[in-house]
T-cell receptor, first 111, second 115 residues
Framework: GESVGLHLPTLSVQEGDNSIINCAYS??????FIWYKQESGKGPQFIID?????DKRQGQRVTVLLNKTVKHLSLQIAATQPGDSAVYFC??????????FGAGTTVTVRA | DAGITQSPRHKVTETGTPVTLRCHQT?????MYWYRQDPGHGLRLIHY???????DKGEVSDGYSVSRSKTEDFLLTLESATSSQTSVYFC??????????????FGPGTRLTVT
C-alpha cells in the first residue's frame, strides 16, 4: 500500500542552527499532511499541518513546505533549541479519515 | 493538551491472559483510534471508531478487539495476550468532520509487556 517515509532516521544539529527534516510521500491523492513531535516517554504532539492547496505554512519557529510535484514534505525549525530534541514524524491522510505515519527522524541538538 | 487519558499507563501480564486498555476523552470528538508503536515500525493503526458502536479494523487488527459504548470511551482488548503484543499503545482522537481530515491528538500511551 501507499506509505509515508522520512529520508533520514537521525539528524544531529548544533544549538541555534536551523534544522530541516524531510519526508517523501507516495500517495499522490493525499491532500493533508501533518508533522508530529514525540519526546521520550510521551505521545506524539501535533506541530503543524498543511493542505495540498498550499505549498508553505508557518508556525512559531516552524515552517512546513510541500512540493506536490515531487511528493516531498519538509519541516524547518528555526534556531534549534535543546527542547527540540525528539523524534519527528510526518503523516498523510488516507481513506476514512485515517493517517499514515512515517518511521520518524530522531533529532539530537548539540550544545 | 487535548483531554485524553489512557489507563493503565503501564502493565505487565502473562501470555494467554486477557487485557483491556482504556482511552477516555473529554473533547466530545467523534473519531477515536488505537495505535501500537514498535521500534522500526512507527505508528500502526489497530482499530478505529467513527462513532458510538461504529468501529473498523486497521492494518494490524489480528488479536485485538475494540468497543465504544459511549462517545468518551474507547476500549482495546487483547483476548489472549501474546509476547508479540508487547508494545506501547497510543489512543488518538480527531474532530474530523465535514468531509475533511483533521489532526489527531494523542494520549500519553500505555506500555504493555507480555511475559
Amino acid at each position: 500500500g501507499e506509505s509515508v517515509g522520512l529520508h533520514l532516521p537521525t539528524l544531529s544539529v548544533q544549538e541555534g542552527d536551523n534544522s530541516i527534516i524531510n519526508c517523501a510521500y507516495s500517495n499522490s491523492a493525499s491532500d493533508y499532511f501533518i508533522w508530529y513531535k514525540q519526546e521520550s516517554g510521551k505521545g506524539p504532539q501535533f506541530i503543524i499541518d498543511i493542505r495540498s492547496n498550499m505549498d508553505k505554512r508557518q508556525g512559531q519557529r516552524v515552517t512546513v513546505l510541500l512540493n506536490k510535484t515531487v511528493k516531498h514534505l519538509s519541516l524547518q525549525i528555526a534556531a534549534t533549541q535543546p527542547g527540540d530534541s525528539a523524534v519527528y514524524f510526518c503523516a498523510e491522510n488516507g481513506d476514512d479519515y485515517k493517517l499514515s505515519f512515517g518511521a520518524g527522524t530522531t533529532v539530537t541538538v548539540r550544545a | 493538551d487535548a483531554g485524553i487519558t489512557q489507563s493503565p499507563r503501564h502493565k505487565v501480564t502473562e501470555t494467554g491472559t486477557p487485557v483491556t486498555l482504556r482511552c477516555h476523552q473529554t473533547e466530545n470528538h467523534r473519531y477515536m483510534y488505537w495505535y501500537r508503536q514498535d521500534p522500526g515500525h512507527g505508528l500502526r493503526l489497530i482499530h478505529y471508531s467513527y462513532g458510538v458502536k461504529d468501529t473498523d479494523k486497521g492494518e494490524v487488527s489480528d488479536g485485538y478487539s475494540v468497543s465504544r459504548s459511549k462517545t468518551e470511551d474507547f476500549l482495546l482488548t487483547l483476548e489472549s495476550a501474546t509476547s508479540s503484543q508487547t508494545s506501547v499503545y497510543f489512543c488518538a482522537i480527531s474532530g474530523t468532520s465535514g468531509g475533511q481530515t483533521y489532526e489527531q491528538y494523542f494520549g500519553p500511551g500505555t506500555r504493555l509487556t507480555v511475559t
